[in-house]
């Protein structure tokens, strides 16, 4: 199963061709973001993430349900058995 995880842009990396700094929950990454080229990507936007690659421009309403989902998944998967089978 492949994640796509929402990030909000901070910053078009300058000089650096189609990277774009992207805050996750407190932590930053560098994102690239030429698969969006032609959205116009800018500092506020919300982007979903996976492999270092931005695949989709989306509004703040939609990451933030999507954060929550994966809160949700998170907190299910720590209290399950499978978890302590692997700790």
Known sequence: MCL???????E????????????????????????????????????LMHVGFAMAKIDETEAKATLALLEELGQAYAESPSSQMCS
């Open 4 to 10: 796509a995880i929402p990030g909000q842009v901070v």
């Open 12 to 47: 078009i990396i300058p000089g650096a061709g189609d990277l774009a700094l992207v805050d996750f929950s407190g932590v930053r990454r560098n994102v690239n973001i030429a698969l969006l080229e032609g959205e116009g990507v800018g500092p506020g936007d919300w982007v």
